[in-house]
């Protein structure tokens, strides 16, 4: 009785702490996406607007992420514990000469 109550109670604990770490993830992502869009097409981060597009079909988190500013519009998927560059459509490609910052 003991042992299956102190299961219970580790599967809850663990549960919570799968929840707040998805919470984390899915309050740091749009500025975490938005902050690498701003550096990689030196667009003001004010002006990037982000779009959750799809999440995990294992456990609900966001893994994909769309980005749009300065004219640009990238997708950004999430692997290994970081936003990576996916995707890109508008002015200039990645690796273009681009405007300074404002």
Request: hydrophobic share 35%.
């Amino acid at each position: 009785m003991k042992l299956s109550l102190l299961l219970l109670g580790l599967s809850l604990l663990s549960g919570c702490g799968m929840n707040r770490s998805q919470r984390r993830h899915e309050e740091s992502a749009p500025r975490e996406v938005s902050q690498r869009f701003a550096y990689e097409f030196r667009c003001p981060e004010e002006q990037v607007q982000t779009t959750a597009i799809a999440a995990s079909p294992h456990n609900d988190w966001t893994v994909t992420i769309g980005a749009d500013g300065c004219g640009q519009r990238a997708v950004y998927v999430y692997a290994n514990g970081v936003w990576v560059l996916n995707s890109v459509e508008g002015e200039r490609a990645v690796g273009s000469p681009g405007q300074p910052r404002p």
